[in-house]
């Protein structure tokens, strides 16, 4: 299984990016894949997910009512839309994927998802 995040640059305090995750691979087109963030000497942070069968979504607190996640109906791609970003959103951004049966309580852990992507740098300039 492989995920590729794309999408990321730099972003003006109040603007919009939107990151891309192509997955591909055996893995189960129902299952949960989730955007993590991380930045330096901290530990990865849960930013959001999309059950993909039934497009069930769960959100961070942080994020919640300015990013958005979706995927594609394929359920081959998943997107994180952010908008009114914010300096505290510069960070790596990570997509994963699950095996496929990830319960919903369980969706926001790291330790949930077994196939990650490579990052790709958000950076949000004040």
């Known amino acids: 299984v492989q995920l590729q995040a794309s999408g990321g640059g730099f972003v003006q305090a109040g603007g919009t990016l939107r990151l891309s995750c192509a997955v591909s691979g055996s893995t189960s087109t129902g299952g949960a894949v989730g955007w993590f963030r991380q930045t330096p000497g901290k530990e990865r942070e849960f930013v959001a997910a999309?059950?993909?069968?039934?497009?069930?979504?769960v959100y961070a607190d942080s994020v919640k009512g300015r990013f958005t996640i979706s995927g594609d109906a394929a359920k081959t791609t998943v997107y994180l839309q952010m908008a009114t970003m914010i300096p505290e959103d510069t960070a790596v951004y990570y997509c994963?994927?699950?095996?496929?049966?990830?319960?919903?309580?369980?969706?926001?852990?790291?330790?949930?998802?077994?196939?990650w992507g490579q990052g790709t740098l958000v950076t949000v300039s004040s």
């Open positions: 999309i059950r993909r069968r039934d497009r069930y979504t």
């Open positions: 994963a994927a699950d095996r496929g049966y990830t319960i919903v309580p369980a969706m926001s852990l790291v330790a949930s998802y077994t196939y």
